[in-house]
């Protein structure tokens, strides 16, 4: 994509995971989680990975991480290829890149106080070793997520489910981070709190610089923090553009139908429903040709036996990726 100074560029990355069968534990085949997939993050600015349960994001989110080694492919962040640096080397670069978790129940340690959590970091990191300036540091923290500074004391188990994601949030800001990975972070909460959610981690984007790649299954949640979208479906983006192209005119059957599914917010409004047959393949064993050939209304023969590449069917200015031999001119 045009634009800014590229923060963070993946090139080809995969992961593969090893199926074990048989009598002796033989390596009888791999689950393609993230197949080749190659994209830039801007600084400043938002990605938003959508798609369904199941197609690779979450995994995607957490090799780029590191938090799982790649297969192959290069993650390229300011310029140096950190896909194979050693763990001391990564370790320092975890100041920088930072993740937020999906389940803010599951995410933060119990027998811990809030402020033992928010001053992990600082620990790890040898930063504000004087006892005072740390909880100077945390009660800061608390104060940017709009909690109050006297939760410092209590436990994860005293605070709801968009409180808990408000410490989460804390927690990943606390070392100044440059990107963060937000792996559906508001998908666990109640539908009147995740906007409140999604305002705050805007708020800090515009105020901090961050660069954040969004991870979700629900295009409505993710539209508005967006500013491009890659749209995934087993292990592999089938279209990439900015959020304003892809609401406004999606190519790809599969881009077509997630869209469709979204909720009119207009009371009375109707729009034509595209339902998706059929189940998602196997990623140990993906359909040949074109992935989403077995769930897709408009395959023909070249769908089934020639995978299709990323073409731009945009502008140089504005950039439209799509996976799709027929993208544009697709009829039932």
Known sequence: MSGSTPLLEVKNLQKYFPVQGGFFGQVIGRVHAVDNISFTVRKGKTLGLVGESGCGKSTLGRTILRLTEPSG??????GKNISKISSPEMRALRKDLQIIFQDPFASLNPRMSIREILSEPFEIHGLYPDAAERRTQVIELLKEVGLNPEAADRYPHEFSGGQRQRIGIARALALKPKLIVADEPVSAL???IQSQILNLMMDLRDKYGLSYIFIAHDLAVI???SDEIAVMYLGKIVE????RSLYRQPLHPYTQALISSIPEPK???KKERKVLQ??????INPPAGCRFNTRCPYAKDQ?????PVLRNMGSTE???WVACHFAGELTE
């Open 73 to 78: 492919g290069e993650i390229i962040y300011e």
């Open 190 to 192: 109640d539908v009147s």
């Open 223 to 225: 539209e508005h923090i």
């Open 240 to 243: 990439h553009t900015d959020s």
């Open 267 to 269: 009371v009375g409004a």
């Open 278 to 283: 059929g189940d998602v393949p196997s990623p």
């Open 303 to 307: 769908c089934r036996s020639e995978e």
């Open 318 to 320: 504005t950039p439209h």
